[in-house]
Every structure is written in C-alpha cells, then in structure tokens.
C-alpha cells in the first residue's frame, strides 16, 4: 500500500522549539495526524504531513506506530479520552442515557469526523480494517462496565449482569444508527427507546432483578 496520497497542500509547519520526548511528543504527534485526518481524511493521512505538522521526523513516528491505519486509530483514542468522563446521575438509567448522550454529540462532532474517516478508509485497506476491528472490540466495556457495577452495589442490577456484551449493548445500538443509517446526530427519541426498550429489560432479565422500567 502506497504511504504517500497524490497532491495536496503543504501542512502547516510548526515553529523551531526544543526536544520534546516521551508523553509530551507522543500528544504532539497524535494531535498532528488528529489535525490531518480532520482536513484530509484517511487518504491524505501520511507519515510526512504529520512529521512536518508536528515538528519532528518519521523515524520519531515510525518508533511508536508501525503504520498510517496504527496511527490514524491512535489520534482518535486519544482525541476520544481526552473528552470522556463517567456520568454520576445516581441511577442507572440516568446513567446510561447520559453516557449515550455524550457518544451520540462525540460522534456528532470533528471526533466523530475523524472515526468516519477511519471507516471510510477501511474500505480500502484491510490493514486499516484489521485495526479498526482490533482496537473496538470491546467498544469501550470498562466505562459500561463502571456504570453497571455501582447499579450492582446500589441494588438496581444483578452481578450477572457485569458481562462486557451486555454492558455494552446500547452503545452498539447506537453506533449501528450511525453506521447502517447514516445519521448525522441520532435523534434523542432513538437514544430513550434503545434504553428503555432493549438495555434496561435486558439488565431486569439478568439474575431476575434489575432498575426500575419506566412507565409505557
């Protein structure tokens, strides 16, 4: 697979400054390829752009990630982390419809352009894919996991519901509304039925306890 895209503009240099290393060059990098996947897309996501845009070399990168599709997905986890904070609401439901929220307006935003970039680009290349796949598999189960976990302790879950599939079940659902129907932000009525017609029943059908389901 060819690294380099056919033409595009220079990416902005960034000023002389004095070696970086360790953590705060690793941010620089990851916040480079984040800038250029944004701008350009996968397609135009090459080792020499974010090198040049982030000030450093492509052995500096190379080091850290073998390939473009390891970098791509890098940028966007750290991107995604920096913007991820558990929701405290003191239910369960209100947890989870508040962590849905916040997916559904990341996935709305510049990050989430960056993700579709990614897709895009797996089209194309199986490397990418294969990465893709590696790196979602748990679709972030230990925050899901964190939520159930204090429902476990304040008696509105079972301890058979800490499975990572079945804590992970809206956040799926959501991601397959953006991906099989191409919405552009999924409407707030699709995120209060996802949880309360399929994850809170299913949580209640766990170890035959579970939150209260609201009223039909």
Known sequence: MVDEPSAHSEPPTQPARGRRRGAELER???RAAAEELTESGYAGLTMDRVAQRAGTNKNAIYRRWPNRAALGIAAYQQMAAETAELP???ELRGDVLELLRRANSTWSSPIGGILRALLAGAR???QLL???QENSADAGSAAWLALLARAVDRGEASPEALHP???TVAVVLLRNEFIARGYP???DSVLVEIVDEVY???ISGRGGTGPALPDP
Do not use: E, F, K
């Open 28 to 30: 620089a990098i990851l």
């Open 88 to 90: 405290d609401t003191g």
């Open 124 to 126: 194309d290349d199986p």
């Open 130 to 132: 294969a990465q893709i």
């Open 165 to 167: 599939r079945v804590a």
């Open 185 to 187: 932000t999924v409407p």
């Open 200 to 202: 809170l029943p299913l």
